[in-house]
């Protein structure tokens, strides 16, 4: 077959198979409930751009011989701009902003039911407290007014406007929007799953959020996005709500407001230096004279080792990302956020393979103008994804101060030890059973736990420390005691006499 006529042939099933899509997407909405048809209809034509655009691409989404470094200007060092100090109407330039948390994963990861959100992570405070702490703390310190704006999923939103009533006294106005919500699609029929709208009981696998990506759509359709610039707002801070070293910093927002060239930036992404630990870590590329940001699913499988070098790609995208309010509305009308498809497999419970067609906030830096990259220092990336981040931020490595946890101070040098727990620590309700108290770990370098292992009360881990307990044996660690560059291994019970 001629390559015109194999062309010919797949736009030929590309037809057929958004055609089919179309069909399945109308038999869905036809069984919305009226109070729900507006907004369903909006989620599913957004679905169906999005299905259009994984059929028209092809292999990985990036030509790797256009990838370049940035130039030396466009990633600026945050000592640089830190050093340009404050203005004196801080203030005035803190009522510009609003913070955005990106709320919508649940803690399943973490053996945790609801949003992930609302796990205490410090002092019985939930990332939820400790966001709302941060920003009334500087809503007081400075008489401003930062409003929190949550994007909630469908799996969250429930949950997360129940807690919310807690927080009617604080000096913080909180706003929530939606996510859109997608239907999962079968591998093979690339058709969805869902027969209906309703997303609760055995459906809930039928459907997903689409990835952070969705923000500039779902904000924007939310109406909030219009409010907030009519209140005079004109900058967000976006992150994830999983990670704690997101505060807001005054001194990236006065080089936003007060650019030292007179010309705003769009869009600024906070990126760090990598480490060994950071190798999949989406990092930022000059391609075809933009900033562009590149993950791991889109480099061609020959040059994956190339991306994961510590050497060549120096930095990872934190997503804390700054943004202007009104660039996210000029080009959201003109449909001109071009950011690209991650194809997400997953199996279901019954064994069925589906994927998830989702986007990712950080790669429309290309569609703005005037993008910026800024190295910042790596305790703004403190993310808390596993019960081994859990341990080493409810520890005395960190002190907590009006939300915000900073390295201690007693700990002699600022990098942060490599901890490693094994399967029996994955939930956080076994983590905490296993520790009676968090071990001092001030002097920590490395912990490596595997198997049945329980920590008393007041003990101290230093240098390196390794404890294996075999499949069959336990290992309690008992209260006070001093590890420090030891391997235990074997079996060690201690019993109440």
């Known amino acids: 077959m001629s390559q015109a006529g194999t062309s010919q042939f797949q736009e030929v099933i590309r037809q057929e198979l958004e055609y089919s899509m179309k069909v399945e997407l109308d038999k869905i909405l036809s069984t919305a409930p009226s109070n729900e048809l507006e907004h369903t209809k909006k989620d599913l034509e957004g679905f169906k751009k999005l299905f259009h655009r994984f059929l028209q691409e092809k292999g990985p989404s990036v030509d790797w011989g256009k990838i370049q470094r940035p130039p030396e200007d466009s990633i600026q060092p945050y000592e640089k701009i830190k050093a340009r100090g404050l203005p004196d109407n801080i203030a005035s330039v803190l009522n510009k902003l609003v913070v955005v948390k990106l709320n919508g994963g649940l803690g399943t990861s973490m053996g945790c ?20 702490q941060q920003i009334e703390h500087l809503n007081k310190t400075y008489n401003t007014d930062v409003p929190l704006v949550l994007m909630n999923s469908f799996n969250t939103d429930e949950d997360t406007k129940k807690i919310l009533q807690k927080y ?32 609760s009981g055995e459906n809930t696998e039928c459907w997903y959020p689409p990835g952070h990506g969705d923000i500039y759509a779902s904000f924007y359709n939310s ?17 994830n709500i999983d990670n704690l070293g997101a505060t807001v910093d005054l001194y990236i927002l006065n080089h936003l407001m007060n650019p030292p060239n007179g010309k ?8 760090t230096n990598k480490t060994r630990a950071d190798v999949k870590g989406g990092t930022l ?5 933009k900033l562009r940001l590149v993950e791991i699913a889109q480099v061609p ?6 991306f994961k070098s510590v050497s060549k790609f120096k930095i990872f995208n934190t997503n804390n990302l700054w943004i202007a309010l009104s660039a996210i509305k000029r080009l959201q009308e003109k449909n001109a956020i071009d950011m690209e498809i991650i194809v997400n497999p997953k199996t279901l419970d019954g064994g069925l393979n589906v994927i998830q067609l989702e986007t990712a906030v950080g790669a429309a830096i290309k569609s703005f103008e005037n993008s910026l990259g800024i190295n910042v220092p790596r305790s703004r990336f403190l993310p808390v994804k596993t019960t081994s981040d859990l341990l080493l931020v409810m520890s005395n490595l960190y002190s907590l101060n009006a939300g915000s946890l900073t390295m201690s101070e007693k700990r002699e040098f600022p990098t942060v030890p490599l901890v490693k727990l094994g399967s029996s620590f994955t939930k956080v309700q076994d983590y905490l059973r296993r520790f009676e108290s968090i071990p001092d770990m001030l002097e920590l370098d490395h912990l490596t736990v595997s198997g049945d292992v329980t920590f008393g009360k007041n003990v101290s881990l230093k240098g390196t420390v390794i404890i294996i307990a075999n499949h069959g044996d336990r290992i309690d660690i008992p209260a006070g005691a001093l590890l420090e560059n030891k391997i235990v291994s074997g079996n060690l019970r201690i019993l109440d006499h």
């Not at 000096?171 to 869902?194: C, D, G, H």
């Not at 590329?285 to 004279?289: A, L």
């Open 113 to 132: 039911k609801g949003p992930k959100s609302l796990i205490g992570v410090r002092n019985e405070n939930t990332f939820l407290d400790l966001t709302v």
């Open 168 to 199: 009617s006294h604080s000096r913080v106005k909180i706003y929530t929007f939606n996510q859109s919500r997608y239907p999962r699609i079968n591998k093979e029929t690339l058709l969805p799953i869902a027969k209906d709208v309703s997303y």
């Open 223 to 239: 109406g909030l996005l219009d409010n907030l610039i009519g209140e005079g707002k004109e900058y967000i801070f976006v992150s």
């Open 264 to 271: 705003r930036c769009e869009f600024v992404m906070e990126v």
């Open 285 to 289: 590329t000059q391609y075809e004279n």
């Open 301 to 306: 499988k020959a040059h994956v080792d190339e």
